[in-house]
């Protein structure tokens, strides 16, 4: 595992579809309790999030912040 989703100091941004199951997206989250986001999408598999604008936008915000 990398060690960015280990240390509860790296901030992340966890990008999850609300119709797969949400348990680990939330492992990630608890584990970064206070550095951790959420951003649920509706209906984007993994490929179709990498080409949605408002999701890649997001993640670029994110990065840069």
Do not use: K, N, W, Y
């Not at 989703?5 to 990008?15: E, K, S």
């Not at 999850?16 to 951790?36: E, I, T, W």
């Amino acid at each position: 595992m990398d060690r960015g989703l280990r240390d509860p100091q790296i901030p992340v941004l966890v990008v999850h579809d609300h119709h797969v199951v949400p348990a680990h997206a939330h492992r990630m989250l608890a584990a970064h309790a206070g550095s951790g986001e959420l951003l649920t999408t509706r209906g984007l598999d993994h490929q179709r999030m990498l080409a949605e604008p408002q999701i890649v936008q997001a993640v670029v915000d994110f990065a840069a912040a």
